[in-house]
């Protein structure tokens, strides 16, 4: 079964950094692609950061470029979002999310697992 199970998620002033972990289980975490979305409050799921299933290649949505890092430890069976510059508009509960392929996607629906999400408060 797999299980995915986010972290580091807080309350932070504008310009502000956090850092969110996720820690999978029950899979070849290599094997797989992961990403990152979020979700504000009155609004669809959004994609921020997707990352292959070796590390090789990332992806991110315009909004994050520059600011957001996504990384992972296939060691550990970690995925990582470093998220510098925070700004107000980052504000919403991030989730990661895992697919049965290798390669990146910036699509919701082609993730097969998600976590329970964390949330990611930034204060002007």
């Known amino acids: 079964q797999v299980q995915l199970v986010e972290s580091g998620g807080g309350l932070v002033q504008a310009g502000g950094s956090l850092r969110l972990s996720c820690a999978a289980s029950?899979?070849?975490?290599?094997?797989?692609?992961m990403g990152w979305f979020r979700q504000a409050p009155g609004k669809e799921r959004e994609f921020v950061a997707t990352?292959?299933?070796?590390?090789?290649?990332?992806d991110y949505t315009d909004s994050v470029k520059g600011r957001f890092t996504i990384s992972r430890d296939n060691a550990k069976n970690t995925l990582y979002l470093q998220m510098n510059s925070l700004k107000v508009e980052d504000t919403a509960i991030y989730y990661c999310?895992?697919?049965?392929?290798?390669?990146?996607?910036?699509?919701?629906?082609?993730?097969?697992?998600w976590g329970q999400g964390t949330q990611v408060t930034v204060s002007s």
């Open positions: 990352i292959s299933g070796s590390g090789g290649t990332t």
């Open positions: 029950g899979r070849t975490f290599s094997l797989y692609a």
């Open positions: 999310a895992t697919r049965t392929y290798i390669s990146r996607s910036s699509s919701p629906y082609e993730y097969d697992y």
